[in-house]
Each structure stands twice: as structure tokens, then as C-alpha cells.
């Protein structure tokens, strides 16, 4: 299964207002750059835990529809399936009714209706598009995973000098455990 992200968050965990405080600089002279450090360490965030902070539309791509009728999605939380459709031989989109699709919010998978149309192509047959996150405000997403963000984006701020040349510095204290607060517990 491909996962592709169709359409990004509009907002992000934290704004530059917060981690200028956070980093008590006092001037705007730098604000483009820690909103990209604020963007860039979410996604590094999202990367490493495999969980979609703040609401954005993916697509999954799956070959084949299985046979247990359950679609584990890499990435969560799986908030809801918004569209759905398979092609046929000549590569025409059939849209399928999602009100038969059920979200298991607690596993991140989806549970598909009984009776579905196979596809007609043997690759990338079935496209379902999904939201992910935890919510559209900052406040949706979890504490731990606000501040590996505020932290991450402090770091690089910190150590941009170091970076831009070439060096390698050892990520902030304590990271390792606030992303580590997001991966999912087998029982």
C-alpha cells in the first residue's frame, strides 16, 4: 500500500509567536526562518512517529482489496475515510459509497463493506483518500509531541551555524521519549 498526502495542514503545532518565547528572541527579523523550522520539524516529528499531527488529506493505493476486509493504515490517527474509488480495465474511476467504509479509530485501519468491485487493473486499482491527525488546532495534538517540535525546532535554531557547516550535532536531551509517548503499544 502507498500512502500520498494530497493536502497539508493549514496550521501548525505551534505558532512563531510561541517558540520566539520558547527561544526568548525578542526581534522579528528572523521570523521566516523559525516558521520553517516550525514546519520542518513537524514533519521530521510526523516522519519519526509515523503520526500526522494536525489534519491533512492522504491516499491510500492498494492493488487489491484483502481478503479479511481490513486495511491497516501506516499512518495515523485515522480520522475518516472521505472518498473511495476502483479502476477498471481502461482505467476509469468507479467512486465507491464510503458510508459502508468504518473507521477503526483505536487501531488506525479501516474496515471495508462486504460486497466491493474488484479492480480491473492489477496495480494501483483501488484509491481511497483519507484524513489524518489529531484535529486542525494546535491544541488537538498531544503535549509530548508539541514540545518535540518546539524542541527539535529550538535545536536547529541553536545549532544552525553548526549544521550549515557540515557538522553533525547530537539531538536535544529527552527527544528520543517525547516521540517515543506517540508509537503504539502491541498487547
Not at 471495508?112 to 489529531?134: K, N
Request: charged share 20%; hydrophobic share 45%.
Amino acid at each position: 500500500m502507498a500512502t500520498t498526502r494530497l493536502l497539508g495542514p493549514t496550521a501548525e503545532p505551534c505558532t512563531v509567536d510561541e517558540l520566539k518565547s520558547y527561544l526568548r528572541v525578542t526581534h522579528d527579523a528572523e521570523d521566516a526562518l523559525i516558521a520553517n523550522l516550525i514546519a520542518a520539524a513537524r514533519a521530521q516529528v510526523e516522519t519519526t512517529t509515523r503520526r500526522v499531527l494536525l489534519s491533512q488529506r492522504w491516499r491510500l493505493t492498494l492493488d487489491q482489496w484483502p481478503d479479511e476486509r481490513r486495511i491497516l493504515c501506516r499512518l495515523g490517527p485515522l480520522r475518516a475515510v472521505l472518498a473511495a474509488r476502483v479502476f477498471d480495465h481502461a482505467g476509469a474511476a468507479q467512486e465507491l459509497d464510503v458510508t459502508g467504509f468504518v473507521v477503526d479509530r483505536a487501531a488506525d485501519r479501516i474496515v471495508t463493506p462486504p460486497a466491493l468491485p474488484q479492480p480491473g487493473r492489477a496495480c494501483a486499482g483501488i484509491e481511497l483518500d483519507c484524513e489524518l491527525g489529531f484535529g486542525s488546532a494546535a491544541a488537538d495534538v498531544p503535549e509530548p509531541l508539541r514540545q518535540a517540535v518546539r524542541s527539535l525546532a529550538a535545536h536547529w535554531y541553536d545549532q544552525r551555524g553548526v549544521i550549515a557547516e557540515g557538522g553533525a550535532t547530537p539531538l536535544p536531551a529527552g527527544l528520543a521519549t517525547l516521540l517515543g509517548s506517540a508509537r503504539g503499544l502491541s498487547l
